[in-house]
């Protein structure tokens, strides 16, 4: 019975109520790809959504099960948005201009591409790699999770904290641990097998998700090549275990990890959003997607939070560039504003808390 | 290994595994500069390539970024670059050109590269057989169950070795330690002197019984767990402890009841 609760959940968490989330920002359309886009999108308003709840009910010290609530009524009334949006939203505006039928070739690509995809995530099922950082990373999830706090035990000992200690303190802006652990609770599995072997099987697909976001963006009518670009993404990431810092590596190897999660998806998902703006093509809500991104990317490391606010920028200044114009950057730009507010009290606990 | 004052030449080729990458680099650059006539993505790739080199991966930014992020991180940045996204767009690009010898010779070089220069995920031993769920050390996985189920729920405190202390809270953190991972540095910054010299101890070729054991008591250790190929300096039955269990190479030893 347990498990069934927990493959029931598993779908319902980690694939339909993603898939509604994400459905504001794709035009109505009953193809499968919509539907795959829509998934992507719902995931990270997801992070984004729990990062907003979670950070100040941690520096309150409130237990786990208030964030899971109060989580839950925030997607919901994301969910009624997104409902009210879509009625108004024309039906079948295609994103999926390539509506052509699937050639030989395309299909043996197709194959080629889900062998290595899948041959990457049959490695996260089956296989084991065990990383010292889950010391302090996924022993907070557990101590979440059994005890219903959140950092309020040391990783390390199990000692009650009175204040957050070392690099506690960046957990607190960033707590994917918390989330991780809300899902454990959710889905009644122990987090570090939700770690280990659920998580980074989801978090790979939902990479290459964002992976076909931007092929899709460069080549909106060329499926071969968008095709032909997965695959390659997906060799130089299993080539790319050039030292133990590559992003590659930290993808392939520990994606559970906020910091993976960084390279995995955020950078791509800013990279997908500055070809739209650079383009001037007319999706729905682009700026409102890029702020809901680095929400999410506050939610997953420290290093989330910078990178992503880097990224943006650098975003916002090639666009200042490409249309000679202050203006036509500034709505990338703010989009930081998150980062900077993440970072900040990020310091405040650093500079004034901890001294 | 990257140094404290490692350059940022040092990190780059540490982190690219060489100086191959800056004819990669090199030929990336022309390469989107030879397709931007051809898409007007290339041209946005570009300018995101070139004024993120100049923003962020470069000694001088270098210098900029370390003073508001620590150094040792500082090679992450080189995550912004996307590399492995640009090179799939050009690589894509070229194979798919009208011109059947820039194809060619795309694919031969692509090939070329991934031999020479490429190091794969997963025949360098990053990955090995799962012995259980959790996917942890399986003595470490073992000796957890055996402290959980003992206990019964209960909290319980045990001094165990660094070949085992990150795992054993990944398990349950009902498991108590008197201290884990990085007891000197930033993340558990562990204050007290006698467990410095327990955990020196601990660490030690021969483990220091007379020291050890009560020491480990006063601390409240329920449970003492040691490296069965340890050589010990003398009997712990002597120093309130009975052995409780073998488990995976290791001994546990468990206070007696008074």
């Not at chain 1, 099960?65 to 939203?89: D, M, N, S, Y």
């Not at chain 2, 006063?218 to 767990?225: A, D, L, R």
Request: contains cysteine; glycine residues 6%.
């Amino acid at each position: 019975m347990g498990k069934v609760w927990s493959l029931v959940t598993l779908v319902f968490y980690l694939g339909a109520v993603p898939f509604l989330m994400g459905s504001l920002y794709v035009p109505q359309c009953r193809k499968l790809l919509s539907a795959v886009r829509s998934w992507g999108y719902g995931m990270i308003t997801m992070m984004a959504a729990y990062q907003i709840v979670c950070v100040p009910l941690i520096l309150l010290h409130r237990p786990l099960t208030e964030t899971v609530i109060l989580w839950h009524v925030l997607l919901a009334g994301w969910l009624a948005v997104c409902f009210f949006l879509r009625i108004k939203q024309k039906t079948g505006s295609g994103e999926d201009v390539c509506g052509k039928k699937w050639k030989n070739t395309e299909f043996i690509l197709l194959g080629v591409l889900l062998f290595f995809v899948l041959s990457q995530c049959a490695f996260y099922a089956l296989g084991m790699h065990v990383d010292d950082d889950d010391a302090r990373y996924v022993a907070n999830a557990v101590a979440a999770w059994e005890t219903n706090t959140m950092f309020h035990f040391h990783p390390n000992n199990g000692e009650a904290m009175s204040y957050f200690m070392g690099e506690i303190g960046k957990e607190v802006t960033s707590p994917i641990m918390m989330y991780y652990a809300a899902l454990s609770m959710l889905l009644r599995i122990h987090p570090t097998i939700l770690c280990h072997t659920i998580l980074p099987t989801v978090l790979l697909i939902l990479s290459y998700c964002i992976l076909w976001l931007l092929s899709d963006e460069i080549w909106p009518k060329e499926r071969q090549k968008r095709l032909i670009f997965l695959i390659l993404c997906a060799v130089f990431r299993i080539m790319g275990n050039t030292s133990t810092y590559t992003d590659a590596s930290v993808i392939l190897m520990r994606l559970w990890q906020g910091k993976a999660l960084v390279p995995a998806v955020f950078l791509p998902f800013i990279l997908v959003l500055y070809l739209r703006f650079y383009m001037k093509m007319e999706k729905p809500y682009p700026v409102l997607l890029l702020l809901t991104g680095n929400v999410a990317a506050c939610l997953a490391s420290g290093m989330g939070i910078y990178l992503t606010a880097i990224m943006t920028g650098c975003c916002a200044v090639a666009l200042m560039i490409r249309q000679k114009s202050f203006r036509s950057g500034l709505p990338v730009l703010l989009c930081c504003i998150p980062n900077l507010c993440y970072a900040g009290i990020y310091l405040l606990i650093l500079k004034v808390i901890l001294r | 290994m990257l140094m404290e004052n490692s350059s940022f030449i040092e990190i780059f080729e540490l982190y690219f595994g060489g100086r191959y990458i800056y004819v990669l680099l090199v030929c990336l650059i022309a390469a989107l500069i030879f397709l931007r006539k051809k898409t007007r993505i290339s041209g946005a790739f570009l300018l995101f390539l070139i004024v993120t080199i100049i923003c962020t991966c470069n000694p001088l930014a270098m210098m900029f970024w370390t003073k508001i992020i620590k150094r040792h991180i500082y090679r992450r940045m080189f995550w912004n670059l996307s590399l492995i996204v640009l090179f799939s767009f050009v690589v894509t690009e070229l194979l798919c050109s009208k011109k059947k010898w820039v194809s060619v010779l795309c694919a031969a070089a692509t090939v070329f590269c991934l031999c020479f220069f490429g190091k794969s995920m997963y025949f360098t031993g990053n990955f090995e057989r799962t012995t259980n769920p959790f996917k942890i050390p399986q003595n470490a996985a073992s000796i957890a169950n055996y402290l959980v189920t003992e206990e019964e729920g209960k909290e319980t405190r045990v001094l165990a070795p660094s070949g085992i202390f990150c795992y054993l809270r990944q398990y349950s953190s009902r498991i108590h330690q008197l201290y884990g991972r990085d007891i000197y540095g930033y993340t558990s910054p562990v204050e007290s002197e006698e467990k410095h010299r327990l955990f020196a101890c601990m660490e030690a070729e021969n483990i220091d019984v007379p020291y050890v054991f009560p020491t480990a008591r006063s601390f409240g250790c329920t449970y003492i767990i040691l490296d069965m190929e340890k050589p010990l300096t003398a009997d712990p039955l002597k120093y309130g402890y009975d052995i409780a269990a073998d488990i995976g190479g290791c001994r546990i030893y468990k206070v007696k009841e008074e």
